[in-house]
Antibody, heavy 121, light 107 residues
Framework: DVQLLESGGVLVRPGGSLRLSCATS????????MYWVRQAPGQGLEWLSA?????????YYADSVRGRFTISRDNSKSTLYLHMNNLRDEDTAVYYC?????????????WGQGTLVPVSS | DIQMTQSPSSVSASVGDTVIITCRAS??????LAWFQQKPGKAPKSLIH???SLHNGVPSRFSGSGSGTDFTLTISSLQPEDFAIYYC?????????FGQGTRLDIK
């Protein structure tokens, strides 16, 4: 079975940094595009970033996080990361890791359970 | 950016009913449309991609149709576990964008 397990969500102050991890199993990690999606409290889903599969991968970002967040992957560890800098109050959300259907970026097939990132002073 | 608009925002229905949720894109997205289901306090679940292709394990009472800018999700013979929030999402181009969601409640 495909499993995605996010971690790293902790209370952080505005302006701070955080790294989220998504440990995966049940599939050949390097062969799939991966995504980060977040959901602010009581709100809808917001796509943040995508990274195509393979050794290098091409990254894509939402305007709301471009220049502050960086997506990366370690294929040897089957793990996806989201490095977040200069965090703002409005970044408070549950952050979901997700797996695509193929090596190229496209649609989302599987979701992790999410990790909460509260940003507050 | 491509804007996705769902209607209705909420709908009430009974077990056994058929419900149709619509999603409109602000520009032509061909058939690059996905649907997701989310229950309270849970992660989303992928239902449909490319307008009408069901993900593995999704019951056949879920179906999708449309092309271009107008799409529908049809849930036939509603089951108790189907009451949730449904989101559409275009996967034609970046940034990927979601609709605002449709809440399906028990009548």
């Amino acid at each position: 079975d495909v499993q995605l397990l996010e971690s790293g969500g902790v209370l952080v102050r505005p302006g701070g940094s955080l790294r989220l991890s998504c440990a995966t199993s049940g599939f050949l990690f390097s062969d799939y595009a991966m995504y980060w999606v977040r959901q602010a409290p009581g709100q809808g889903l917001e796509w943040l970033s995508a990274l195509s599969g393979g050794t290098a991968g091409t990254a894509y970002y939402a305007d709301s996080v471009r220049g502050r967040f960086t997506i990366s992957r370690d294929n040897s560890k089957s793990t996806l990361y989201l490095h977040m800098n200069n965090l703002r109050d409005e970044d408070t959300a549950v952050y979901y890791c997700a797996k695509g259907l193929s090596i190229v970026t496209g649609t989302i097939a599987h979701w992790g359970q999410g990790t909460l990132v509260p940003v507050s002073s | 950016d491509i804007q996705m608009t769902q209607s209705p925002s909420s709908v009430s229905a009974s077990v056994g009913d058929t419900v149709i949720i619509t999603c409109r894109a602000s520009q032509d997205i061909n058939k690059y449309l996905a649907w997701f289901q989310q229950k309270p306090g849970k992660a989303p679940k992928s239902l449909i991609h490319a307008t009408s292709s069901l993900h593995n394990g999704v019951p056949s009472r879920f179906s999708g149709s449309g092309s271009g800018t107008d799409f529908t999700l049809t849930i036939s013979s509603l089951q108790p576990e189907d009451f949730a929030i449904y989101y559409c999402q275009q996967h034609k181009s970046f940034p990927l964008t979601f609709g605002q969601g449709t809440r399906l409640d028990i009548k």
